[in-house]
């Protein structure tokens, strides 16, 4: 069984950095492309970063782009998000979660099968 979970979520105020944390077992983590996804209160899901199983391809939302960095070790089967300059509108809970087959490339939700509980960002102004 696969089983995804993040970690990190907390309380911020505006300008600070935050670091998640996800780990995944049951899978062959490097084979996996890994995607984080956010949901604020009253507004769909939406991607935030993606990275490819190898580390070699990654993709970041506008509104995210610049601020925050996506990184993975897959030694360690962790996958990262590093968040800086934190916005209120951050804030959300986020959602770990690793495509539904290995070794492909996407960016759209659909297509990612195995996602974690969540962990909240919440940012205060």
């Known amino acids: 069984q696969v089983q995804v979970v993040e970690s990190g979520g907390g309380l911020v105020q505006a300008g600070e950095s935050l670091t998640l944390s996800c780990t995944a077992s049951?899978?062959?983590?490097?084979?996996?492309?890994m995607g984080w996804f956010r949901q604020a209160p009253g507004k769909e899901r939406e991607g935030v970063s993606f990275?490819?199983?190898?580390?070699?391809?990654?993709y970041y939302a506008d509104s995210v782009k610049g601020r925050f960095t996506i990184s993975r070790d897959n030694a360690a089967n962790t996958l990262y998000l590093h968040m800086n300059s934190l916005e209120p509108e951050d804030t959300a809970m986020y959602y770990c979660?690793?495509?539904?087959?290995?070794?492909?490339?996407?960016?759209?939700?659909?297509?990612?099968?195995?996602w974690g509980q969540g962990t909240q960002v919440t940012v205060s102004s």
């Open positions: 990275i490819s199983w190898t580390g070699s391809r990654g």
């Open positions: 049951g899978l062959t983590f490097a084979n996996y492309a």
């Open positions: 979660a690793a495509s539904s087959k290995p070794f492909r490339w996407t960016y759209s939700s659909g297509d990612y099968g195995y």
